[in-house]
């Protein structure tokens, strides 16, 4: 399945009610009444939005595969995920860590601890991939 694909599955958990990361920039906030994106039937943030209408006009434009969860899926594609966050190729571009982050921290209005928590937040036993992985499916 292409990449374009694989991000716009993303619209179904989007239009879930809830609050998601953005998966252009990976930490800003979408739900349905945010920008679709221009490259992919998906929402993104507002100031993604605005950013990919800039690129646009200036023929710029932001490739998905350099988009966070592009960047997420083609890694785990090609190396597969670590055992610690810590020590991750993946920690970040994770989407899985990022919406921890997200959930843990920036929604409760816990701000002055992202910075903190972006070094050292260990969702490892979480992490469905390397679960996947250890079971050697
Ligand atoms: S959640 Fe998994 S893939 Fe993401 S950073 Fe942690 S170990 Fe890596
Ligand atoms: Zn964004």
């Known amino acids: 399945m292409e990449l374009k694909q694989r991000i716009e599955r993303l619209k179904t958990v989007q ?3 809830n609050v998601h990361p953005c998966p252009r920039c990976g930490f800003r906030v979408v739900h349905t009444r945010t920008a679709l994106s221009r490259l992919a039937d998906v929402y993104i943030c507002d100031q993604c939005g605005m950013d990919e209408a800039l690129r ?18 083609a ?15 993946h920690r ?12 843990l921290f920036i929604q ?3 701000y002055e601890e992202v910075e903190s ?14 679960k996947a992985e250890k079971k050697g499916v």
């Not at 989407?95 to 997200?102: E, T, V």
């Not at 070094?119 to 992490?127: K, V």
């Open 15 to 17: 239009s879930d009610g």
């Open 56 to 73: 646009a006009e200036n023929g710029h434009e932001l490739r998905l595969d350099d988009w966070n969860y592009g960047a997420a899926l």
């Open 75 to 89: 890694e785990l594609e090609t190396e597969g995920p670590d055992e610690s966050c810590l020590t991750c190729a």
């Open 92 to 103: 970040d571009v994770c989407l899985q860590r990022g919406l921890a982050l997200f959930l």
């Open 108 to 110: 409760p209005g816990r």
């Open 117 to 130: 928590a972006k070094e050292s937040l260990d969702i490892s036993a979480q992490c469905d991939h390397y």
